[in-house]
């Protein structure tokens, strides 16, 4: 079991939906991190919050909007995807900078 | 970051010992490396990180030379459970980021 939970587990949508990604940890990690991975490719960063602020964006498209409300949730907005946006969304949180990530085992996001 | 190469794949036996090597040759001072385990439909998890020499765990060891220039995931008996893609990585340790590269698919058979 990870310590990391992502909602939903699957998720299908038109390109002209809302929804959202959740990510939950209750580890104490102040740091939280969003990927994209695209099958048969490894993970690629998307946004890093640390002490709930945004520290990184890793220029990713506006419709990819993230939220962090408090220390153990994160969240991802979605608005107006495109299809080449079907991919694994991983959430990570570590404790701090140099300390290893945990991961949860993604959302499968399959746009239509 | 600094930027890694790992064999694309490598295949193995139930019980023997399987090394990887990951070549970073512009590894900076501040550098650590880990290593992450991923199987299909699940998120990577954390096998091992270092800084020179030699580290151990319950899982694996890594094995660093004096020059840091690569390093060598070993991971002792395996079994048909440890087939997965191993990422090796370099990150600074005040920074945030993590560069993962292609990683190494590692089958297992019986």
């Known amino acids: 079991d990870t310590e990391v939970t992502q909602t939903p587990k699957h998720l299908v949508m038109g390109m002209t939906n809302k929804k959202s990604l959740k990510c939950e940890q209750h580890?104490?990690?102040?740091?939280m991190y969003w990927y994209k991975q695209k099958a048969k490719k490894p993970p690629e960063l998307m946004f890093v919050?640390?002490?709930?602020?945004?520290?990184i964006n890793e220029s990713v498209p506006s419709r990819f909007s993230p939220e962090c409300p408090n220390s153990s949730l994160l969240n991802l907005h979605l608005h107006a995807l495109q299809p080449e946006d079907s991919a694994l969304y991983l959430c990570?949180?570590?404790?701090?900078?140099?300390?290893?990530?945990?991961f949860g085992d993604g959302t499968r996001l399959s746009i239509l | 970051l600094a930027k890694t190469t790992q064999p694309i794949s490598m295949d193995s036996y139930e019980g023997q010992e399987v090394n990887i090597t990951c070549s970073h040759n512009?590894?900076?001072?501040?550098?650590?490396i880990t290593w992450y385990q991923q199987f299909p439909s699940q998120g990577p998890r954390f096998i091992i990180q270092?800084?020179?020499t030699k580290v151990t765990n319950e899982v694996a060891s890594l094995f660093i030379p004096a020059d840091r220039k690569s390093s060598t995931l070993s991971l002792p008996r395996v079994s048909l459970s440890d087939t997965a893609v191993y990422y090796c990585?370099?990150?600074?340790?005040?920074?945030?980021?993590?560069?993962f590269g292609a990683g190494t698919t590692v089958t297992v058979r019986a």
């Open positions: 990570a949180s570590s404790q701090d900078r140099n300390q290893p990530q945990h």
């Open positions: 990585l370099v990150a600074l340790s005040n920074d945030y980021k993590l560069s």
């Open positions: 919050y640390s002490y709930e602020k945004l520290s």
């Open positions: 580890m104490g990690h102040r740091a």
């Open positions: 512009n590894i900076a001072t501040n550098d650590y």
């Open positions: 270092g800084y020179k």
